[in-house]
């Protein structure tokens, strides 16, 4: 189990661990592994929301950092995946349109929508912390509990990113030969059942405020347009596709929970 949680540092963040052979095979065989990862990253990832600085500086450092920590491997299969989407042909032509190294306007537009969503929930996250506190010992900590609740959101919908990639390498078919085909030719639908498990204490995180439960869920929903749509036009799930679906499935995650968040 160590060693696929290793190998799942590796493939998921720029972490130096978990890059030999013996970690990546544990890792594509462990799909529990996901959302273990998926707490570390949420956790690493809030970091600049609890920085005492404006909350417009935290914004963005929040994307900034996300990326310094997890590398842009998954932003390049979303920009993979909105040049495919507005390719014309079959699934053959779109799938060459993804390998191919040009950047396109359907690249451009889906990388910059979702570096603006994640300033804009980064500045909401760090906007809406209030001036409550919690004195321990001589410290006085302002927004303490608001700043925990904002960091169960942000761990939330990590978890549910990583739970959605668990549900399209359990339940997808890969459309050729690749990582993607590694990684679903191992697994099966019983195999999302332990890592849906271990995700659900993630809702929980911001209780009572139900924020963190949407966060998950929604997280887990927001990857499944891109399923059905990879699904009918691509015929299968390809690498490109369960990278675009953890930086998509972050997102509406993260929106979905500073919505409950503000208005409950």
Known sequence: MWRAVAGALGFLTRLP????????????TTPVAFP???????ILVAVPLAL????????FLFPVWLYLLTGITHADGLADLGDAMVAHGDADRRLSVM?????????VLLIVLAV?????????LAG????????????TFEGFWSAIAALGIVVAAEVGAKLAMVVLVCAGTATHDGMAAELLGEATHRDA?????????????????????VALGAALLGAVPVWLWSTR?????????????NEIARLVGLHAGVIVWTLW
Do not use: K, Q
Not at 195 to 213: E, K, Q, S
């Open 36 to 42: 273990l990862v998926g707490y570390a990253v949420g």
């Open 193 to 213: 059942v332990l890592p849906a498990l271990l995700a659900l204490p993630a809702a929980a995180l911001t209780w009572p405020n139900p924020a963190a439960a």
């Open 233 to 245: 036009t691509l015929g299968g799930i390809s690498g490109d596709v369960i990278g675009a679906s």
């Open 17 to 28: 661990v978990g890059n030999d052979s013996d970690s990546w095979h544990a890792f594509r």
């Open 128 to 139: 809406e912390v209030p001036t409550d506190s919690v004195v321990i010992g001589n410290t």
């Open 99 to 107: 390998r191919d190294t040009t950047v396109g306007v359907g690249a």
């Open 52 to 59: 005492p600085v404006p909350a417009p500086v935290a914004a």
């Open 116 to 124: 603006a969503g994640l300033v804009l929930a980064g500045l909401a």
